[in-house]
């Protein structure tokens, strides 16, 4: 039976072997958004060593098991399922290579509903960095705007300046309805725990504008080989292009700073309309897909 144990802040020293080892890095699954989110969504994990893999469940509101981490390529699949979630079981934001694996493996038994609101949208981090072309030239004009009117700077996020950024956070609750909705209220628990801890979670990274002095924008992601992953940002409504502006110079800086990096993963748009229109007009090259998936033997 797998015992399942509250995320802490010590197991990164496991946990960042089972994420080196899948095989596709959902968001979903890092370490800062599993641990940042866990007192709101109850998530746990179980270890099998043996196996490699390292079992996810969520516990609020009610138990959903994710799929786990570690070595998928394996050909024991159905044993391995069954084994330890019975005759029927679910899943929840399955990637898409595991689904094809399982697919091989569990055929007719399997079955699987597309989770589109939790796609996690991919982008050249090239395109980020320089919105070049025809294609970028609305957004292109939106940031040289900024810049021609607004005194500004980017800074990366250092310890030194974690009061400011959470103080801007503080204030950006302020103006959205004091973060009251449950969504909002979830996420600023979460950012406030990784920034209180910063200095301790590995690969983490972010960045500011400032401007006169001022954080009027700011995004904290995380590096993942090939890829950085941005799992917060925030923008002073008093400045219109301020989201165009801090997505571009965080991306330059990126680039900058390691140039391994190819891809931006800018997570998913949870159905919102809105934002789905906005992800969309940054033309991603790609989409990290997830599903729902039913197995029964």
């Known amino acids: 039976m797998l015992q399942y144990n509250d995320i802490k802040l010590e197991d990164i020293s496991f946990f960042e072997y089972y994420w080196k080892i899948t095989s596709q890095r959902a ?18 994990t179980a270890r099998e060593d ?40 679910e899943f929840w934001l399955v990637p898409e290579k595991l689904l094809k694996i399982w697919e091989g493996q569990f055929g007719k038994r399997l079955e699987a ?15 980020l960095a320089m919105l070049p072309g025809n294609r970028y030239m609305k957004k292109r004009n ?23 950024v959470m103080d ?9 309805n ?20 910063w200095e301790t979670i590995p690969r983490i990274v972010g960045g500011v504008i400032e401007v006169s002095g001022k954080i009027a924008a700011y995004t904290i992601g995380e590096l993942a080989c090939d890829t950085v992953l941005v799992h917060f940002e925030k923008a002073s409504l008093e400045y ?23 891809v931006v993963n800018r997570e998913e748009d949870l159905n ?13 090259i790609d989409f990290i897909k997830k599903y729902k998936v039913r197995i029964k033997f």
Not at 61 to 89: C, H, K, Q, T
Request: charged share 25%; net charge negative.
């Open 27 to 44: 968001s979903d699954y890092s370490f800062p958004i599993l641990w940042g989110w866990a007192g709101d969504y109850g998530y746990r």
């Open 50 to 89: 043996d196996k490699d893999l390292l079992w996810i469940r969520q516990t609020i509101p009610r138990d959903y098991d994710l799929a786990p981490l570690g070595n998928w390529e394996r050909p024991d699949w159905a044993d391995v399922i069954r084994e330890r979630f019975g005759d029927e079981s």
């Open 113 to 127: 509903e597309d989770m589109r609101g939790s796609w996690e949208y991919l982008y050249d981090i090239k395109d």
């Open 142 to 164: 939106r940031v040289n705007h900024f810049r021609r009117n607004y005194d500004h700077s980017f800074r990366p996020i250092t310890p030194e300046i974690i009061p400011e």
């Open 168 to 176: 801007f956070q503080h204030a950006w609750c302020q103006a959205n």
């Open 178 to 197: 004091g973060c009251t909705n449950k969504g909002l209220l979830q996420e600023n628990h979460g950012i406030l725990r990784i920034l209180n801890n």
């Open 240 to 262: 219109s292009a301020a989201y165009q502006v801090i997505n571009k110079e965080f991306m330059c800086h990126m680039h900058q700073e390691h140039p391994e990096l190819t």
């Open 272 to 284: 919102d309309p809105g934002l789905r229109e906005a992800k969309m007009s940054y033309l991603p």
